[in-house]
């Protein structure tokens, strides 16, 4: 990797890191007197509180800074991307009644537990008629990223572990799967230009060398859709060192978050 990119991931990670430590630090500041907060509420919780002021504290924090430190690392993920694609936002088009159809029909077979494949939606043509106008669609979507010198557009579903249930796969693969359609129609008149979808996690929860094991959301996904923790950082920086840097340097910002957190003890205790 360019040392130009490399440093400019690193800022980018430490600028964001510090981002959120700094809103943390100013969030519970302000909701120390308050009765309500997301720490003192805890004290209403006799079986809780019970258990000490330590564990009411940091079961409330980690549960609160969870929620939050996705977000952090999605935002991560889009500003990383800047730096190697076009990160693009909604897609207008329109969606045909065929293609919905078809759509219901693959998420149909994979309840049924047929294993997942690209093909299954790439290979669908249907006619187009020459007034689209009452099938007119517009989606909002997170994670949309170009690549201009391969013609290569990627629609990314991020989920910080990934750990979701089969009704929830299932409704991210359908979300995917309307995203194509209305990118493809789009596209009708660019040939050369290629869709991929991709499932990513910001971390693998087995473990980054480890098999990642969430057969609930591989019912719904292949293989080749999966950008698993390293994968997706390394996807996103455009180089297979990414996800070192990412986290090399994330290590070094860390110590705000940390310093915040001790910061954040002393009003509680």
């Known amino acids: 990797m360019e040392e130009a990119k490399k440093v400019a991931i690193q800022n980018i990670v430490d600028r964001e890191i510090k981002r959120f ?3 943390y630090k100013t969030r519970f500041t302000k909701e120390v007197d308050k009765p309500d907060g997301v720490i003192n509420s805890k004290k209403n919780n006799c079986f809780v509180a019970e258990l000490g002021k330590e564990f009411m504290f940091y079961s409330a924090f980690v549960r609160s800074f969870d929620s939050s430190f996705g977000k952090v690392l999605e935002r991560i993920g889009n500003e990383v991307a800047k730096l190697s694609y076009d990160v693009l936002g909604n897609i207008d088009s329109f969606l045909l009644p065929q293609q919905s159809q078809h759509m219901d029909y693959i998420i149909l077979e994979y309840e049924k537990h047929r ?13 187009i ?9 517009s989606h909002v979507t997170d994670h949309y990223f170009y690549n201009k010198d391969k013609k290569e557009h990627y ?11 089969n009704k ?11 995203e194509y359609f209305i990118l493809k129609n789009s596209l009708k008149d660019r040939n050369d230009e290629k869709i991929k979808l991709y499932f990513g996690t910001a971390y693998n929860k087995y473990g980054e060398n480890s098999e990642w094991r969430q057969e609930r959301v591989k019912q719904f996904f292949a ?4 950008l698993i923790g390293k994968d997706y950082w390394n996807f996103v920086c ?7 840097i990412v986290f090399e340097q994330y290590r070094k910002s860390a110590e705000y978050i940390k310093t915040v957190l001790e910061c954040i003890k002393e009003l509680y205790f």
């Open 223 to 226: 293989e080749e859709e999966l």
């Open 238 to 244: 455009d180089d297979p060192e990414g996800f070192n």
């Open 21 to 23: 430590a700094d809103s």
């Open 129 to 137: 008629p020459e007034d689209t106008r009452s099938f007119q669609k």
């Open 115 to 127: 294993k997942p494949k690209v093909s299954d939606y790439c290979d669908f043509v249907c006619m």
């Open 155 to 165: 629609l990314i579903e991020l989920k910080a572990g990934g750990d979701l249930d």
């Open 168 to 178: 929830k796969a299932k409704t991210e693969k359908l979300a995917l799967l309307q």
